[in-house]
């Protein structure tokens, strides 16, 4: 079983990929930003209780920091701002 780090988990896309990688048996560590969409919020019960949350904002050095401690097979990165207007 592969454990993968996912920020911006609670987006758009990040939400799919959590779904799917929980549903192929892989183990995740969701990467969201203070304030952001807990996975309780979007995820079944039986499945936010597969999740570890690392809340983290990413322009924050200690918050990379705690990130870069979470041991994981992989990372993929979806922390983005989408609009172009921001």
Known sequence: ?????????????????????LAAGREVVAGIVPGGADPADWLSAEESVRVEVVHADLLDEQALARLARVECDAVIHLAAIASGGD
């Open 1 to 21: 079983m592969s454990r993968l780090l996912v920020t911006g988990a609670d987006g758009f896309v990040g939400r799919h990929l959590v779904r799917a990688a």
